[in-house]
Nanobody
């Protein structure tokens, strides 16, 4: 079982990034996918959720209107598109898959928003 996030990096304020979460070793389409983030010195914070078949996307107030969560079950990959990034969005972003009594986490990808 493996989850690997990618797509993070350094971006200027107002810029965009698209994070990916590639999975292997289990049936990706059976799980609800979530994104979380954790900034230095702060608790992990929920960002967005999408259902197993791509329905019911929900977002935190801080990311609503600026992000889009999606998934490609045929390729066992999930995504988080983030736009209009701010310095406060700087954090390590984690992919989380939940379902069937299991809870999987990736290792995270760093997003730094700075000029």
């Amino acid at each position: 079982v493996q989850l690997v996030e990618s797509g993070g990096g350094l971006v200027q304020p107002g810029g965009s990034l698209k994070l990916s979460c590639a999975s292997s070793g289990f049936t990706f389409s059976s799980y609800t996918m979530k994104w979380y983030r954790q900034a230095p010195g702060k608790e992990r914070e929920w960002v967005a959720t999408i259902g197993p078949t791509g329905g019911s996307p929900t977002y935190s107030d801080s990311m609503k209107g600026r992000s889009t969560i999606s998934r490609d079950n045929a390729n066992n990959t999930g995504y988080l598109q983030m736009n209009s990034l701010k310095a406060d969005d700087t954090a390590t972003y984690y992919c989380n898959l939940v379902g069937a009594g299991s809870n999987f986490w990736g290792q995270g990808t760093q997003v730094t928003v700075s000029s």
